[in-house]
Nanobody
């Protein structure tokens, strides 16, 4: 079991930046990739970005590429999501996930955090 705890969300204005964190613990040796997903009211949980845990390869949702950056710390214990130039459409609960696939779909990950709320006002 891998435990994931997100933090860093909050209420910001359009144009602001936030840096989300996801602290990991437990059986992290089994993790191949970690990802960020988000879910807004009335919408499916959608892919934000992912990173391979050992190599640091990244990929992003096309619409977010250039504004959002995913990374991990040198110790490979914490996942980050840097979000810049936030817009109201970014309002959602953001979740980090871990698994053995470097995928775009939520069901390709089998460990999830509780999420952290990001609200962007106009």
């Amino acid at each position: 079991q891998v435990q994931l705890v997100e933090s860093g969300g909050g209420l910001v204005q359009a144009g602001d930046s936030l840096r989300l964190s996801c602290a990991t613990s437990g059986r992290t040796f089994s993790v191949y990739a970690m990802g960020w997903f988000r879910q807004a009211p009335g919408k499916e949980r959608e892919f934000v970005g992912a990173i391979t845990w050992s190599e640091g390869l990244t990929k992003y949702a096309d619409a977010l590429k250039g504004r959002f950056t995913i990374s991990r710390d040198a110790a490979k214990t914490t996942l980050y999501l840097q979000m810049n130039s936030l817009i109201p459409e970014d309002t959602a609960r953001y979740y980090c996930a871990a698994g053995d696939r470097f995928g775009y779909r939520w069901d390709q990950y089998n460990n999830w955090g509780q999420g952290t709320q990001v609200t962007v006002s106009s």
